[in-house]
């Protein structure tokens, strides 16, 4: 399935999504989803052995790492680094260093909040209580789904930052960056109104400060990355003929 597919996919597609593949609607042109999707296939019907489909899923595997080794090569040699003599001990101080500031900021602390706190939330909360309705659970869903992913790519879109104020040429480092924060202010907004439709004279209390969190989670992702709504993703945000 993976091979013969293969030209639909959309390339990146996968870098800018929710991650949610149960509800995503491009699914078909996802190469991230057929390789998830073979594996799990293979192993069914496997029973440990390698089939066909397990040769094609690593065989593709291993041609993505070596395309994506070239071009790591390519751009440093573009920019005058040899990788292969690459100082290991520096380069991990380097590491180090983008981490510490990543972590400093208050970006990226807020966002670590909310996610604790709308986790200690959710963990109150019975998914199998027959007291909620579909609406509620939904809601739920939506919150759960989120409350990781929006840190997760407010970090990526910090580290992207930090790659591009040290190399202010890199159109793809504030790429990434602009990326990132735009799927992160899709997770706020959807998980912003899945709060509210949750809040009521029970909930006020715990619900309000969640939701305030990401309305100044909102306003310093978009202070700080100004065009990040503007971002196009691929496949989401562009008119595509859809194969199926
Ligand atoms: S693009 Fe869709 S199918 Fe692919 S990883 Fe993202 S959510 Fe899953």
Not at 64 to 87: N, Y
Request: aromatic letters at 10%; one cysteine or more.
């Amino acid at each position: 399935m993976f091979e013969r597919e293969e030209n639909n996919f959309i390339p990146g597609i996968f870098n800018y999504c929710d991650r949610w593949c149960e509800r995503c609607p491009l699914t078909a042109r996802c190469s991230v989803y057929a390789m998830v999707e073979d594996e799990q296939q293979a192993e069914e019907y496997a029973g440990g052995a390698r089939t066909a489909t397990q040769e094609a899923f690593w065989r593709n595997l291993q041609n993505i790492f070596t395309e994506t080794k070239e071009m790591l090569r390519e751009a440093a040699a573009e920019r005058g680094i040899d990788i292969d003599q690459l100082d290991l001990k520096e380069a991990s101080e380097i590491i180090e260093r983008q981490r510490c500031s990543v972590e400093q900021q208050n970006l990226m602390k807020l966002a670590e909040k909310y996610t604790k706190q709308a986790g200690v939330f959710l963990k109150t909360q019975n998914l199998s209580d027959e007291t909620l309705d579909h609406t509620q659970l939904e809601m739920l869903q939506i919150i759960g789904w989120y409350h990781y992913f929006i840190a997760a790519k407010i970090n990526r879109a910090l580290y992207a930052e930090a790659d591009y104020e040290k190399d202010a040429d890199s159109d793809a480092f504030r790429n990434d960056g602009d990326g990132s924060i735009k799927i992160a202010l899709i997770a706020i907004d959807r998980s912003t109104i899945a709060w509210k439709v949750l809040l009521n004279d029970e909930t006020n209390r715990e619900i309000k400060p969640l939701i305030q969190l990401l309305d100044t989670l909102r306003r310093l992702c978009e202070e700080k990355f100004p065009n990040a709504r503007d971002f196009l993703r691929p496949g989401f945000d562009e008119i595509i003929e859809m194969v199926m």
